[in-house]
Structures are given as C-alpha cells and as structure tokens.
C-alpha cells in the first residue's frame, strides 16, 4: 500500500507539476501530439473511408486494412520511425528523434506512428457508416433526381454522423492512451512519467503517471460525447 | 588471427554497424537461437494471457447474464480499463507481481478480458430463444442447457471475439519489454535502443506474421468447431 501513498504524495506535490518537464508540461505536449494526429488521420482517413462507402465497393479494403492495423505493433511502428531514414534523403533527421519544436523529441516519428494508428477504427467506422445508410433512402434520394453528389452531401452524409463520429471518439481515447507509448523509445508526453518511475523503481511515481493519463482519457471520453451529442441531429439514434 | 582473417575475408556482414542494412538474412542465420527464444516467449505471453482472459471472462459473463444489474458495472469496468496504457498497467502490477513473466500476462490478460467478456456475452444472447425453449422441453437442465446447447452456439461470436484479442494481444506483448518480458518486443527494444535495424525490422516483420498465424488458427479451429455453419454455406 505504500506506493499509493507516494503515488499520492507526488500528485500532490506542485513542483511535479509546473516547470519545464513538469507533469502540466508532459500533459499540453501529449495533447497536442493527441490531436494532431487525430486530425492528419481524419483528414486521410475520412475522405477515402466516405468515398468508398458511397461507391459501395473497396468494403473489402476497408475492413481489411482494420484488421491488419491492428496487427501492426504501436511499439514497433514507433520504433521503426524513430530508426527510419529509408533512403537516406534526410541524412537521419527524419522522422527520427529529431526534435519537432513543441512535440519534443522524437515528436514527428510520434505523430506520424500514432496517425497510423489511428486510420483503422476511423476508416472502417466511416465505411460501415456510409453502407448502413438504408438503401431505401438512396433509392428515394435519387428518384427525387439528386445526382451522386447531392445523394452524398444530403442524404447519406448525414445519416452516417453519428457512427462517423463514434469512430473518432473511439480513435480519440485510444490515441490518447497509446502515445504513453512514446517514452518507450524516449519521445514525449506522459509516458516519460511513468517509465521513469518505473526504471527508477519509484512506482509511486509510475502509478501517479499512469492516474493522471487515465483520468484525461476519462474526461476527453466525456468531453467527446458531449460534442457527439451536441452534433448528432435530434431524432437521429444515439 | 584466424578469426580476423575470416572476417577480413568475408567483408562487413549486412548487420555489422557500418552496413546497418535493414533486411539481412545472414543476422536471422546467425541469431536463430536468439530470435527463436524471442518468438517462443511471445508466444507463451499470448496464449497464457488469452487463456487468463477466457477463463475470467466466462464466469464473469454468466454472472452478468444471471444479474442484469451487474451486467452495466461489468461492461463499464471493461471500457475504463481500456483507457489505462498497456504501459501504465505494468507498473501498477509491479508491486504486486515483481519483475516477472506474470506481469505481462495479467496486464495483458485483462485487456483480453475487456473484449472477451462482450464476445461471450453477445455470443449468449444470440442463441435463439426457441432452441432454449425446446431444449428445455426435451428435459434439459440449466447446466447441460448451457453446456450443450447455448455454449457451442455461440461458439461464432465468441470466436470473433477471441480474433480481435489474440491479435491485439500479439500486438501488445512487445510493451511487456518494459519488464523484460516482452517476447519480440525485448528485440524491438534493443533495436531502439542501439539503433539495430535488422534486429528491430525481423522482430516487427514476425509479431505481424505471428498475428496473421494466429489468427488463421482461430479460423480453421472454428470451421473444426462448428461443423454446422459450413453446410449452410456451402
């Protein structure tokens, strides 16, 4: 029990938190990494996702890309990024460990391993979104004369909303706990609190880490559902 | 001498540190035993953490089943948990469970654990009411009932169920090299660590095919399982 009370003891100690690679610090670096690769993967993954959805084929692709993401360590991507200079172009500064102003070091490498991660539950939400939308409703679409275009924008865009944004509720959370992941190739973000604790066996210290990501998941979990509900139209299922 | 001769002869091996070559056969010859041990690790985490997780998860599922009040607190715990980082939960275990194989395995097997109690769950629900009833009307108890009838019908569900876990889980284990026990993952690690792209590439390049192996498994097992399902496709 006494690593509770040092895991206590250090969230409530102020010096933690403030200064440079302060706690407060780690948490607005993994949030940015956070969002940044939240955003770069919606604006990869939607397009495609939606296109494919409303031309009704490439389903295959779609929920195949899924499953083989999933397969793909977060870890050993990152470790890969963080190694890669493929050809050479970059004289080993890129990706890498390079510093990437407020992302830190081996910020880019983060960023660009977390976006990966975060396509598969965008894509295939989005996908499965556009083909649930009742053929019925396509059917009516276009015999009141929309063209594709229209039958996307006004008919099946809409309809598919809420599951498009579950998708990235889920990939937000997800996201969120995975850059922790960083610290292990000494990148940024929260997760340098916990390996730190951990190799210097002050698991107070750890477990202090690993309370603070927990408890931000939480609240972006929360946050995102009031914004998914903000946005879904009244009447359009949960 | 000999042994400088040789090496002098031979020319900087693709994984010698001036190389440094990504795809290298000759470090997956010569570290054979190495990266074996690696894999047989991996894979013993996998099993015995997906093992852990079916084991917890059916007596879990069964309870919520009976008490449907327990049945929101169940589902809830499982998608808290799965906002803790796999690399939080280690350290939260340590304490407890010490530098030691076991680590990786409850860490991971809760993980497993969020996404199999659903499959079971699910798998449950789905069994139609009307084959309940009539296996009840032949004289079925709530035990055979489950055993013989409900379980092996939900066997397609469930086993999704277990493909979404085995290959996250393969996914997961390398984070155990935090602990040291991390299969494929320590390789990963050292990769990193000493900027060793052949070891780093070989170990990512096998925890991928190590899911797919698994995963064609679980598939074939299912088809051996339930042989009913493959008349009606065919």
Known sequence: ?238 | MTLLAQAATAGPSCYSRLTNDWFCWAYVEDRRSQILDALTQHVLITVAALAFGLVVAFPLALLARRLPRLEGAVLGVATGLYTVPSIALFPLLVPFTGLSPTTVVIGLGLYALTILVRAFLEGLRAVPEEVRESARGIGYGPGKLLLRVELPLAVPVVMAGLRVATVSTVALTTVGSLVSYGGLGNLISDGVQTNFRAELLTAAVLCVVLAIVLDVLIVVSQRLLTPWTRGVRA
């Open chain 1, 1 to 238: 029990m006494r690593v509770i009370l040092d895991a206590w003891a250090y969230l409530t100690s102020s010096a933690n938190w403030t200064g440079t690679g302060g706690m407060l610090q780690l948490l607005g670096q993994q949030l940015l990494i956070t969002l940044t690769a939240l955003v770069l993967a919606a604006a990869i993954g939607l397009p495609i996702a939606l296109w494919l959805g409303h031309r009704g084929r490439g389903g295959f692709l779609a929920i195949n890309v899924s499953n083989v993401g999933r397969a793909v360590p977060t870890f050993a991507l990152l470790a890969l990024l963080v190694t890669a200079d493929p050809w050479g172009w970059t004289l080993d500064s890129f990706p890498g460990t390079a510093t990437l102003g407020p992302y830190g070091r081996g910020g880019a490498a983060t960023v660009v391993a977390l976006m990966l991660f975060a396509l598969p539950p965008i894509i295939t939400n989005a996908y499965v979104a556009v083909r649930e939308v009742p053929s019925e409703v396509r059917a009516a679409a276009e015999g009141m004369g929309m063209s594709g275009r229209q039958v996307f924008w006004r008919a099946e865009l809409p309809l598919a909303r809420p599951l498009v944004a579950s998708g990235l509720r889920l990939a937000l959370v997800q996201v969120w706990a995975t850059a922790t992941i960083a610290a292990l190739v000494a990148g940024p973000g929260l997760g340098r609190v916990i390996t730190d604790g951990f190799f210097r066996t002050d698991y107070g210290k750890g477990i202090a880490g690993a309370v603070v990501v927990a408890l931000v998941a939480l609240v972006l979990e929360l946050t995102a559902s009031i914004i998914q509900r903000a946005v879904t139209p009244v009447g359009a299922g949960t």
